[in-house]
């Protein structure tokens, strides 16, 4: 078992910055690969960025290049999404998920670990 806890979400203006936290305890946290998946109300979840088990491979999806950094600290049991230049359309609940594959994975079926979320809000 995997437990994960997102923190860092909050209220930010239109071209601000956060950084998301995930902690994870449990199993080893390095023989995961982990990822970030978001959730606006009534919309289906979506991926935003992926890391493999060691941190050597990165996917990030299309809404969010170039503008959200996945990464983790192996010795801290720790992910990180840092998100810059936001818009009111990233506004959603934050997930982070943890997968036993060790390869970035882009579809929320690989991940069976799930954190409860944190809220990020982006005004115009």
């Known amino acids: 078992q995997v437990h994960l806890a997102e923190s860092g979400g909050g209220l930010v203006q239109a071209g601000g910055s956060l950084r998301l936290s995930c902690a994870a305890s449990?199993?080893?946290?390095?023989?995961?690969?982990m990822g970030w998946f978001r959730q606006a109300p009534g919309k289906e979840r979506e991926f935003v960025a992926a890391?493999?088990?060691?941190?050597?491979?990165?996917r990030v999806g299309d809404s969010v290049k170039g503008r959200f950094t996945i990464s983790r600290d192996n010795a801290k049991n720790t992910l990180y999404l840092q998100m810059n230049s936001l818009k009111p359309e990233d506004t959603a609940v934050y997930y982070c998920?943890?997968?036993?594959?060790?390869?970035?994975?882009?579809?929320?079926?690989?991940?069976?670990?799930w954190g409860q979320g944190t809220q990020v809000t982006v005004s115009s």
């Open positions: 449990g199993r080893t946290f390095s023989n995961y690969a």
């Open positions: 998920a943890a997968s036993p594959r060790g390869w970035a994975q882009v579809a929320s079926v690989a991940y069976d670990y």
């Open positions: 890391i493999s088990w060691i941190g050597g491979s990165t």
